[in-house]
């Protein structure tokens, strides 16, 4: 029995890779802040997803600073304790 390309176009799915997915955030991403911050916090990171990647501005996020505009004081990720050990 032959199959017509319709019916093969319609019995063939796309591959899983290939479905768009909701993006995760990572829950250290959000930990120790209030509700009210992890709600402002996803927002920007959802708006600059849709950045490239060679944009700086993706990168920088309101929920970073203080009331008084320093940059808050984050734990230095394994990567770049590596990299600042190898290269100083």
């Known amino acids: 029995m032959a199959i ?3 019916q093969t176009a319609s ?3 796309k591959a899983p890779s290939s479905r768009r997915r909701k993006s995760k955030i990572p829950k250290k991403y959000l930990a120790g ?3 009210e911050d992890k709600a402002k916090r996803k927002k920007e990171i959802e708006r600059n ?3 490239s990647a060679s944009d700086p501005t993706a990168y920088n996020f309101p929920t970073d600073k203080t009331k008084s505009g320093k ?3 984050t734990k230095e990720s ?3 304790k590596a990299f600042r050990k190898k290269f100083g």
Do not use: D, P, Q
Request: hydrophobic share 20%; no cysteine; proline share 0%.
């Open 33 to 35: 802040l209030s509700a």
């Open 78 to 80: 394994k990567h770049t």
């Open 49 to 51: 997803r849709k950045k």
């Open 71 to 73: 940059r808050r004081k």
């Open 11 to 13: 019995t063939v799915r």
């Open 4 to 6: 017509s390309r319709a």
